[in-house]
């Protein structure tokens, strides 16, 4: 037996999106992509500036190849509109890593540990203002 559920917002099924919200949507999810993009290619490339935070931060120069792969992967399904969603969720796991990381090195609050809260707030913000399914699936009520 098959059960599909729908969500339903009438707020963002009948109101079309602006184009003003729109484009602020892509330009918040562009800068995070951008970003994360360039770290993941950072993981496969290994320029030493890379390899040595990386041995800060208490792990070994092998993880970056598998560290690189995931955080490519996952930013690629951000990009692609029908995946999107997933892709955030995946990268939110993968931020939490990040987070985690910095606390437990001791790095300073609002540079390090939070820096990857900044990136997943404006994940979220661009993707919930460029896509109507997550409007739907989260309705801010005025």
């Not at 892509?26 to 496969?44: E, N």
Request: with cysteine.
């Amino acid at each position: 037996m098959e059960t599909t559920i729908h969500a339903t917002n009438s707020d963002a099924q009948s109101a079309p999106l602006s184009k003003g919200k729109l484009w602020t949507g892509r330009i918040m999810s562009a800068l995070p992509a951008l970003f994360l993009l360039i770290d993941g290619v950072g993981k496969l490339v290994k320029p030493a500036p890379v390899v040595q935070g990386t041995v800060q931060l208490g792990y070994p120069e092998s993880v970056l190849l598998g560290l690189g792969i995931v955080l490519l992967s996952c930013t690629v399904l951000y990009v692609i509109p029908r995946t999107a969603i997933l892709g955030a969720i995946l990268l939110t796991g993968y931020l939490g890593g990040a987070i985690a990381t910095h606390v437990r090195v001791g790095s300073p609050l609002f540079s390090h540990i939070l820096f990857p809260v900044y990136l997943a707030v404006l994940l979220w913000g661009g993707l919930y203002l460029r896509d109507e399914r997550l409007r739907a699936l989260i309705p801010f009520r005025r």
